[in-house]
């Protein structure tokens, strides 16, 4: 079976017709009262396999591989790696482990929180979670783990940062339950057991020679509209000031600048002559000072756009994808602007993006994204302000350190050049540090740091030496941990994710599509909002009478995303809620279903996002670790 393309007339859905691959009766078996969600284990340590239900020739199987049950035997379970089968033989059924929903935990980066204990009882982590020196226990536990006293501690999460997108590896959610804290927000304590990432085999280098090797890329995307060319030169001439006093200096082989300019869609002003334009990228192969010519035709537009707010996020989606970031450590890119961003629903937008998909797409690449907002008086006049810093805000959320967000009162140039000029040269002040090549006279004497620079900066470099170092899970069997830092539940150490396979986001995009239609359909007429959804999904049902009898969207969307921990914006629209909010409200949810399907084909086409568990080799069976917040 291939990977279905997106948008295709099927939905996963309870009433689903029976899968092509599937036609020749080899089905897994579904799970205890569900339609469509099938019965997965994983193997634990020392599991083999056998030709048969007896247990001949048995031979060994990885730990902590992900399996389909197609039969169950005495004490055995006939298996495959694929939905589609073959099946591969038969396994000691107490050397699995039921997985009965697809969540896995991945770690945020460690840097300005504390790191993640597994402990070895619910009890354990309970007490921990509720202490009211919570904090404080889990500094003990941690000192009594690392100097190997016995206790509760089963493993900790190592000092670098390990990056599922570059080091895959499984931590399975077998549970999630809330608990509440006398402050702060609720945390998911989690059951979990790990499939450490495979070796590669190879002497990681030492973190000193590692980090000496580290390289950064700060990438400039400017507004070029008209009215900006004093904040094109000030920062043309920022770039210019750091290059000429580190060219000279061991530092300049490990930092490198680039500028992608954006302006509007010309689809009503054909005047802006582009709507993106990449004038640099950060190119190691070349000396630092040859970004200097290639920026210095940057100016701005000769004609105005025909709305206040511009395409910023165009801007952002081409610096993604112009530069080859996986060669630099350091991945910072820095928004100028003075206006709002065109939102995913605009006619205009280049990109059809929301904020928080054009984060996300961000985030999945390791860029910390910066944004100077200059507060001109034309905002002010216009009301942009307070709209344009949330989104700015909401764009450059950065782990513990919170949004990388610069607003810039007054909007002047004598005012933005100090600010511009501060952030480049201490992102490149850490890279100097973090290779341990000091540039004499960078960074001015008594200036304060800035503390989000810094976490930044420790971000970067645990990502760095995690993918230098090869660095892996830890190897646990079974034990519970929670999604936030016992001292500080502000900030999260873990998050919860649904390990999609290809074909499922498929689905979910084409279920996704069949409700966005029926609700531009239903704009002039909302109350057949829900006929139209029923007649839609009824067509590719096995069991069309059964669709009359649904009265909420979430069965629609697909069984996998029942019992997950987080909160769908439509799940539980029914026909009367639908009505009662209103066209704006209507229009918001069918503008986020929008921006997801967006999401879900930037997913799609970035082949080295999806992976294949174990032995399946099926392109519908590759996995992506999907994030809560990505979905519906």
């Known amino acids: 079976m291939t990977a279905r393309g997106f948008f295709v007339a099927t939905a996963f859905f309870a009433w689903m017709l029976p899968q092509a691959g599937l036609a020749a009766g080899l089905t897994p078996l579904l799970q205890p009262g569900k339609h469509s969600l099938y019965q997965r284990v994983i193997t634990r340590p020392g599991a083999t396999m056998a030709a048969d239900e007896t247990g001949n020739a048995p031979k060994p199987v990885d730990g902590f591989e992900a399996f389909y049950v197609f039969a169950r035997g005495h004490d055995r379970i006939q298996v495959g790696s694929s939905v589609s089968g073959?099946?591969?033989?038969?396994?000691?059924?107490?050397?699995?482990?039921?997985?009965?929903?697809?969540?896995?935990?991945?770690?945020?980066?460690?840097?300005?929180?504390?790191?993640?204990?597994?402990?070895?009882?619910?009890?354990?982590?309970?007490?921990?979670?509720?202490?009211?020196?919570?904090?404080?226990?889990?500094?003990?536990?941690?000192?009594?783990?690392q100097a190997g006293k016995a206790g509760p501690v089963v493993a900790v999460e190592p000092e670098n940062y390990v990056d599922i997108a570059k080091n895959f590896y499984l931590l399975p959610i077998l549970d999630a339950t809330v608990t509440d804290r006398d402050s702060g927000p609720s945390v998911h304590m989690l059951h979990v057991i790990s499939a450490p990432a495979t070796s590669t085999g190879t002497r990681p280098p030492s973190s000193p020679e590692a980090l000496r090797q580290f390289r950064a890329g700060l990438v400039f995307v400017i507004d070029t509209t008209a009215s900006m060319q004093p904040y094109i030169d000030q920062t043309r001439a920022a770039i210019g000031d750091i290059v000429h006093t580190v060219q000279n200096t061991a530092v300049a082989q490990n930092f490198r600048f680039g500028l992608v300019a954006y302006r509007d869609s010309l689809a009503d002003t054909p005047g802006l002559e582009y709507a993106t334009k990449v004038y640099a990228t950060p190119d190691l192969g070349q000396p630092i000072d040859a970004v200097l010519p290639a920026i210095s035709g940057v100016h701005d537009a000769s004609v105005s756009s025909s709305s206040f707010d511009e395409d910023a996020v165009a801007g952002v989606r081409a610096a993604i994808d112009s530069v080859n970031w996986d060669q630099f450590g350091g991945r910072y890119m820095v928004l100028i602007t003075d206006a709002g961003a065109r939102g995913g629903d605009d006619p205009h937008s280049l990109t059809h993006l929301g904020i928080d998909e054009a984060r996300q797409l961000a985030a999945a690449k390791g860029i910390a994204l910066f944004v100077v907002h200059l507060l001109t008086p034309a905002g002010d006049t216009a009301y942009d302000h307070a709209h344009a810093a949330s989104q700015y805000r909401a764009l450059s959320k950065f782990g513990t350190a919170g949004s990388l967000y610069y607003p810039v009162a007054g909007g002047a140039p004598e005012a933005f050049r100090p600010v511009v000029q501060s952030l480049s040269t201490s992102l490149l002040q850490q890279v100097a540090d973090t290779t341990g090549r000091p540039v004499a006279g960078l960074t001015p004497q008594g200036a304060k740091p800035d503390p989000r620079t810094a976490v930044v900066s420790q971000a970067m470099r645990l990502a760095y030496l995690g993918r230098a170092q090869n660095t892996a899970a830890p190897d646990v069997v079974q034990s519970y941990t929670a999604d936030r830092d016992p001292a500080d539940a502000l900030h999260k150490s873990v998050d919860i994710r649904v390990l999609m396979t290809r074909n499922q986001l498929s689905d979910l995009a084409a279920a996704l599509r069949t409700i966005l239609d029926a609700g531009i359909a239903g704009r002039t007429a909302p109350e057949t909002f829900f006929t139209q959804l029923q007649s839609a999904f009824a067509a590719s049902a096995r069991d069309p009478s059964a669709i009359r009898h649904v009265d909420r969207i979430g069965p629609l969307l697909g069984e996998y995303l029942d019992g997950l921990p987080y909160k769908s914006d439509i799940a539980s629209i029914t026909q009367d809620s639908w009505l009662a909010m209103g066209a704006i409200a209507q229009r918001t949810i069918l503008n986020n279903i929008s921006s997801r399907l967006r999401l879900y084909e930037e997913f799609d086409s970035r082949p080295e996002l999806w992976v294949h568990l174990g032995h399946a080799q099926d392109a519908g069976e590759a996995v992506y670790p999907v994030p809560l917040e990505a979905l519906p």
């Open 86 to 145: 073959p099946a591969l033989g038969w396994i000691e059924e107490s050397r699995t482990i039921p997985w009965p929903h697809a969540m896995i935990a991945t770690f945020t980066n460690p840097a300005g929180r504390n790191r993640t204990l597994f402990l070895d009882t619910p009890g354990h982590e309970q007490d921990l979670l509720t202490a009211p020196d919570s904090g404080a226990r889990a500094a003990a536990l941690l000192k009594d783990a």
